[in-house]
Structures are given as C-alpha cells and as structure tokens.
C-alpha cells in the first residue's frame, strides 16, 4: 500500500527552467492537494482538488499551474522557476473534501539557484 | 524536510516526563483541528483530531483539549519517548472550506 506517492525526491533547477513535480495517490481519493512548506513556517496551501477535472486555487498559487487528469494524479508545473519557489512541497489526499485525515507523501526538496 | 524547525519554538523535555505542546487558531468558525507529527525529511503523519462540538478527545498516550473561547487548542503527549522528537503542527478546517490551515509549529526535543 503506497499511499501518497511523490518524484522525485529532490531537484534543482536553474531560474527560468520549467518542471513538473509528480504526485500519485493509490487510495481512489478524490480530494488532493499541493503545499509548500519554508523555514520556520507551517505548510501552505498551493492549488487543491475535489475530484478529476476540478481544480482550484489556495493560499500561494502564483507561479504554480495544476490538472487533474486523472483520480490517481495530480501533478504541480513550475511554469518558470524563480529563487523564490525554492522549498519542499508536499502533496496530500484525502477520501473526500469533508472527509479527514489527509494523508501527506514525503516532499519533494526543490531548489532553484 | 531537513530545513524544518530552523526558527521554530522549542520544547525540550525529559524522558518519561509528559509533553504539553499549545497552539492558537485564528478562526472561529473552524469546525475541525487535526495535530500532525513530521519526522525530519518525512512528511506530516496524523496524531489525532477534535471536532469544534468536543472539547476532549484521547487517543493512545496522547489528548487533544480545544478551547473554543479563547481559540486555543493543546496537544499532551503522556510518558514521552525518544521517538516522540518531533516538529508538531496543528491544523485547523473551516467549515464551508475545503482548505486545511497549519500554524507554524513546534519542535519538541526529549532528552534522554
């Protein structure tokens, strides 16, 4: 059971480049979510989904695109990756969007130099 | 991640000795409030959670006490380990939204 599943691990990328940070999910839930989490900070909310096809954006959207292709996927494009978006992102899901816990994948370490 | 905690409150305790970890919530018409334990280069794991119509709930060596008057919520780890060592989040769930907010978290460090 792989529960929340996240590639890669870590990555760097030079300001400019563009990239995709992966994010799969094997418990049929409908509700997935994207954070990024920086120093001394808890985690904030980039874009979120409640179900294939459906997304919508959080606290921190900018400079970050999303789809929801799939019930299983929900992969986050760094358009064109700025200093600024260096940080560890999580991805999370959930059964639905009232239902609770949410269960998180293990980060990706971005850093854009 | 391995940057976690860098400015972060901390709690040092001793082994054995029992854990009061305090956060204050910003909302009050959160209806939903979920503590999350993250491990260095792990992702947040769930403790426990309280509903906004509770003021108590217990789980295994840990308590969750929210008090909604004053937008506090606690989390009390009884007898604690070397493996509770920690940076612990609270989360809160607005009703009508489907977005969890997380407070900025505190490390706790047992000492042996």
């Known amino acids: 059971n792989a529960g929340v599943t996240q590639t890669p691990k870590f990555q760097v990328l030079k300001t400019g480049q563009s990239m995709t940070l992966q994010c799969a999910q094997d418990?049929?839930?409908?509700?997935m979510s994207w954070y990024r989490q920086d120093p001394g900070m808890g985690l904030r909310l980039i874009h979120y989904?409640?179900?294939?096809?459906?997304?919508d954006q959080g606290e921190v959207p900018n400079g970050y695109n999303v789809s929801r292709s799939t019930t299983e996927d929900f992969p986050l494009r760094l358009l064109s990756a700025a200093p600024s978006q260096t940080s560890v992102y999580f991805c999370?899901?959930?059964?639905?969007?009232?239902?609770?816990?949410?269960?998180f994948g293990d980060g990706t370490r971005l850093s854009i130099l | 991640g391995e940057n976690v905690g860098l400015h972060l409150p901390t709690l040092s305790v001793q082994e054995g000795d029992n854990s009061i970890i305090n956060c204050a919530y910003s909302?009050?018409?959160?209806?939903?409030f979920i503590w999350y334990k993250q491990e260095s280069g792990k992702g947040p794991q769930f403790i426990i959670d309280?509903?906004?119509?509770?003021d108590k709930r217990q789980g295994q060596r840990v308590t969750v006490l929210l008090n909604k008057t004053v937008k506090h919520l606690s989390l009390q780890i009884a007898a604690t380990q070397p493996g509770d060592s920690a940076v612990y989040f609270c989360?809160?769930?607005?009703?009508?939204?489907?977005?969890?907010?997380f407070g900025s978290g505190t490390r706790l460090l047992v000492r042996p």
């Open positions: 418990m049929n839930h409908e509700y």
């Open positions: 989360a809160e769930n607005v009703d009508s939204s489907y977005k969890l907010i």
């Open positions: 309280i509903r906004s119509n509770m």
């Open positions: 999370a899901s959930r059964l639905s969007p009232s239902a609770q816990p949410q269960h």
């Open positions: 989904s409640v179900g294939a096809g459906i997304t």
């Open positions: 909302n009050s018409a959160s209806d939903y």
